[in-house]
């Protein structure tokens, strides 16, 4: 089933000086199926946190269209878009952007105490995400009080604790060790695994190679995608470094 659509996004920026105009994305066109697990990859520039920013619905495009379950995110008002992003997308962030005055607790159900949910249901869903990431004796802690893989283990809780249609994560390794890393891939392995869409971002070629497909972007477009197939994470791997070698080059893909 298809979830999100991508059809001929362009984004083009003008400068504030001169009035020049910048492409940021030009064409670019994917569809991510439900339940997938998909990375984008692509050099700094190539557009890919522009197109991020426009799946999230933090900003539009120039042209083209963006569908979520069929919903084109262009027909959702303004004044509706908060509680659009809440209730259908899952944010996972680099710096994990958690509050520091507010327990880890807090922080995940921010989103739902937002939305008006009950007491009851906010609290039967705590336990159940938080059983799932072992967070449950860290509930009480603040975010200076753990590390920082146990943060991020918290704004993963916090982002799918509103069942969101896709999960989208920016460069959601970029601030961990090697080891709080290996911990969020086979989290994020295991949330996809029980049929959770997530949509990652990253410069970590061991972050992309657990993904099932991984799109790169070159100067705003598409320029390849791989499959995982039946290959293991190393095989994998060998796979994104050759590609992105090609990329760097200026090389084509077949």
């Not at 590390?147 to 390794?173: C, F, H, M, W, Y």
């Amino acid at each position: 089933m298809q979830l999100l659509e991508v059809r001929q996004l362009q984004k083009i920026y003008r400068t504030r000086l001169g009035g020049q105009q910048v492409e940021a994305l030009h064409s670019v066109s994917f569809s991510v199926e439900k339940g997938e697990y998909v990375a984008i990859m692509g050099e700094s520039g190539s557009g890919k946190t522009t197109l991020l920013n426009i799946l999230a619905a933090l900003d539009k495009p120039t042209a083209g269209s963006v569908r979520l379950e069929g919903r084109d995110l262009s027909s959702v008002k303004e004044s509706a878009m908060t509680a659009f992003r809440r209730d259908n997308l899952g944010f996972v962030f680099q710096e994990f952007n958690l509050l520091d005055t507010f327990t880890l607790e807090d922080n995940i159900l921010l989103p739902l105490v937002l939305g008006g949910r009950s007491h009851a249901d906010m609290q039967r869903r705590l336990e159940s995400v938080c059983r799932e990431l072992g967070l449950l004796p860290l509930l009480k802690k603040y975010p200076y009080e753990v590390s920082g893989g146990q943060k991020q283990r918290a704004a993963v809780a916090r982002a799918i604790i509103t069942n969101p249609a896709i999960l989208l994560a920016d460069e959601p390794t970029g601030a961990l060790d090697s080891h709080s890393t290996d911990d969020l891939l086979r989290l994020f392995g295991q949330i996809n695994e029980s049929g959770q869409t997530i949509l990652m971002v990253t410069h970590s070629v061991k972050a992309a190679s657990h993904a099932r497909r991984v799109l790169f972007i070159r100067d705003g477009e598409v320029f390849h995608q791989l499959y995982r197939g039946e290959a293991t994470d190393v095989q994998f791997y060998q796979r994104i470094s050759d590609t992105l070698t090609v990329l760097a080059g200026g090389g084509t893909q077949a």
